[in-house]
């Protein structure tokens, strides 16, 4: 979520001093190009993270950046730290992982209170749209992207009790 908004205001930056491919470089959104050569599912990769580091998930990205493809899965430990897993998104091996200083965690416990879906059951639901390349717990669902050959990228929003799935029309 933090990361969103720091990835927003870098393209908005960098578009205003007309730095339009420093833009999309720095967005790392090139879950399009990373999503073909992934064997992985968000649900395998979350299940890597999670053997790796305990907690629960509250999201997974299929990111293509200057490290090269990898799911980065974001954990929230029963301590509230907060961990981001890199996982090879070919063998689904874990590559590393991180404390990282992220101070929604109040918000993300109150969120995770008022659902009974996990994030590997999200993607689950949204799965049935396309391969799913991201999903992230909001205050009321959780996000997913899903990608299909030849077609642009589709966001839906799953209901976080019933896991009704729902396009997102923002």
Do not use: C, F, Q
């Not at 007309?18 to 073909?36: M, R, V, Y």
């Amino acid at each position: 979520m933090k990361r969103n908004i720091v990835i927003a205001a870098v393209t908005a930056a960098a578009l205003a001093v007309g730095g339009t491919a420093t833009a999309l470089a720095a967005s790392g959104d090139d879950d399009d190009a990373a999503a073909p050569s992934a064997k992985v599912t968000a649900s395998e990769a979350i299940a890597a993270a999670l053997k790796d580091t305990p907690g629960t998930a509250v999201s997974a990205e299929l990111d293509d950046d200057e490290g090269g493809a990898a799911w980065e899965v974001d954990v929230l430990a029963p301590d509230d730290t907060w961990h981001s897993v890199r996982v090879d998104p070919v063998g689904g091996k874990v590559r590393g992982s991180y404390a990282d200083d992220e101070d929604d965690a109040v918000e993300i416990r109150a969120a995770l209170k008022h659902t009974t879906l996990t994030a590997t059951e999200a993607v689950e639901a949204a799965s049935a749209k396309g391969r799913v390349t991201s999903v992230d717990l909001d205050d009321a669902a959780w996000e997913a992207e899903t990608h299909t050959k030849g077609e642009p990228e589709h966001e839906w929003l799953v209901d976080t009790r019933s896991g009704k799935l729902t396009a997102d029309d923002d």
